[in-house]
């Protein structure tokens, strides 16, 4: 599957239609750190006109005076602040939401405050949903891992990605099963994104990459994954810590079911894990050696650090526990924290 993926996951390419306008949306909570580089990038975006929208989430930093600074030197950039969280609704989502509301654009571009457009990314993006009729565009950027804690974790998300997802997100896995996205790269079609209902249709999700991408699908519209490397990067996490607790946020909309985890559990550990407890069986070794070079494969391809690829079975067994310990916490009723707000879990599907 890994090898398919690799040669199935295309590039985005061709020309913006006509009159297409991006709408760079950023949702920003307490991102002094990252916002004045996101909107620097961003704003040097060539090949369709664009607008910026930030949407200041509550900030306690310096978040909103940054971007009002270059608002002010660019006509083009907006600075909108989030009305009070509704009940039932998460940070993320709501705030994705009311962007999507004030924007003028075509195309919604949705990506993170820690992300890094590359010029051409927005053009190349609305090129492509218009040159293959797509109501979805995504791609996971190019992921910047600076520490021992971030390589044994980020990593996981193109293993999962371009390992066990059949097709890898391609438009023609049409089957909103099949459906994929990063929510850190997002660019959704105007039309179709307010026919179903935009991020509105699901306020409780933490996963709302994937959730949009599902809702288009069942409505009948086309999405797909692309190479995301050559359109963005991304530093996602500063350490293990915070890496643990991300991933941990999202972990039961996605794996971390009561049916779901103990077969991702097998599909994970059989190949990856349980040959080092079976050494130095000659089939145990052979299962290695196809493990890292599916590893290897894959890194290379997505431009990640080299010196993560050693780290592969850490990395395994951390995306399992991570896995696990959401799983556990749900069970006690423990909600899921980020940003000093708490969530509850949603049962996905």
Not at 135 to 153: F, M, N
Not at 239 to 260: D, I, Q, S, V
């Amino acid at each position: 599957m890994t090898a398919a993926n690799l040669v199935l996951l295309g590039r985005a390419a061709g020309a913006p239609a006509p009159g297409a306008l991006v709408s760079v949306l950023i949702p920003a909570r307490d991102e002094a750190a990252n916002i004045g580089a996101c909107l620097d990038a961003a704003l040097a975006s060539a090949g369709v006109p664009i607008e910026v929208l930030v949407m200041d989430d509550g900030s306690t930093d310096g978040t909103a005076r940054i971007v009002e600074a270059r608002a002010a030197a660019d006509p083009r950039l907006r600075l909108l602040q989030a009305p009070p969280l509704p009940p039932g609704w998460t940070g993320k989502v709501h705030a994705c939401a009311r962007l999507a509301e004030a924007a003028r654009g075509t195309h919604f571009l949705f990506i993170d405050a820690d992300v890094r457009l590359a010029p051409d990314a927005a053009a190349r993006m609305a090129g492509h949903a218009a040159a293959n009729g797509l109501a979805l565009v995504s791609g996971v950027p190019r992921q910047r891992i600076g520490s021992l804690g971030e390589g044994v974790t980020v990593p996981a998300i193109n293993l999962m990605m371009l390992g066990y997802l059949p097709g890898a997100g391609r438009a023609f896995t049409n089957h909103p099963a099949m459906a994929a996205a990063c929510g850190q790269l997002l660019m959704a079609e105007r039309g179709a994104y307010e026919a179903v209902g935009g991020h509105a249709a699901f306020p409780r999700r933490l996963h709302d990459a994937l959730a949009l991408s599902r809702n288009l699908r069942e409505a009948g519209h086309r999405t797909e994954v692309v190479d995301g490397s050559p359109l963005a990067d991304c530093r996602m996490y500063s350490g293990f810590a915070e890496a643990w607790a991300g991933f941990a946020k999202n972990a039961r909309e996605g794996m971390a079911t009561p049916l779901g985890l103990p077969v991702w559990t097998v599909l994970l550990g059989a190949p990856h894990l349980l040959p080092w407890l079976l050494l130095p069986s000659p089939w145990a070794i052979a299962a290695l050696i196809l493990s890292f070079l599916t590893r290897a494969a894959i890194t290379l391809r997505v431009r990640e650090p080299l010196w993560t690829i050693p780290l592969h079975p850490v990395t395994v067994a951390v995306a399992l526990a991570i896995q696990w310990t959401a799983l556990i916490r749900s069970a006690l009723g423990r909600p899921a924290g980020w940003k000093g707000r708490a969530y509850q879990p949603v049962d996905v599907p």
